[in-house]
């Protein structure tokens, strides 16, 4: 996360960031006991990886949204001294964006905005992000295999 240049990251992100590390600690703390008790740590491992895997689920949607309310508004920017509703939305997004760290909420006002203006253009802006995630992600394995 700290490579995404970010403004910020909601309290509840944060809280369930820490809630995992957390449970990593305790996790450390159970097995580091002169007498461990096997069902509790394994049990402890089953709740962290749900939760490592919510909190990865997570994180990926939180990526997605920034990135693309970055790239929708950026595109936005081409209709603000043409479209005032976009002009508002897209000062509105901004402040999701910039203030409140609402990348979900930044990202659906200034989609729906572009949308009034020509229908299927977030789609487009959504599909070309997706396609090239995809090309990066594969490029990326294929360099891990050459390794």
């Known amino acids: 996360m700290d490579n995404r240049n970010l403004p910020g990251l909601a309290d509840d992100y944060q809280d369930a960031f820490a809630s995992v590390v957390r449970e990593i600690n305790h996790l450390d703390d159970a097995i580091n006991q002169p007498q461990i008790d096997m069902d509790d740590i394994s049990k402890q491992v089953i709740i962290i990886q749900s939760d ?3 909190l990865d689920d997570r ?3 939180l ?3 920034a990135t693309l309310a970055e790239q929708t508004i950026q595109y936005a920017n081409r209709f603000v001294g043409s479209n005032p509703e976009i002009a508002a939305a897209s000062k509105q997004a ?3 964006f910039d203030q409140k760290y609402d990348y979900e909420k930044s990202l659906a006002t200034i989609s729906a905005a572009l949308e009034k203006q020509s229908a299927g253009l977030f789609t ?3 599909d070309d992000y997706f396609a090239s995630k995809k090309r990066h992600r594969a490029k990326d394995s294929k360099n891990e295999a050459e390794r």
């Open 94 to 96: 901004q402040r999701y």
């Open 63 to 65: 990526i997605d949204d």
């Open 52 to 54: 490592m895997d919510t």
């Open 124 to 126: 487009k802006i959504r």
């Open 59 to 61: 994180t990926n949607k």
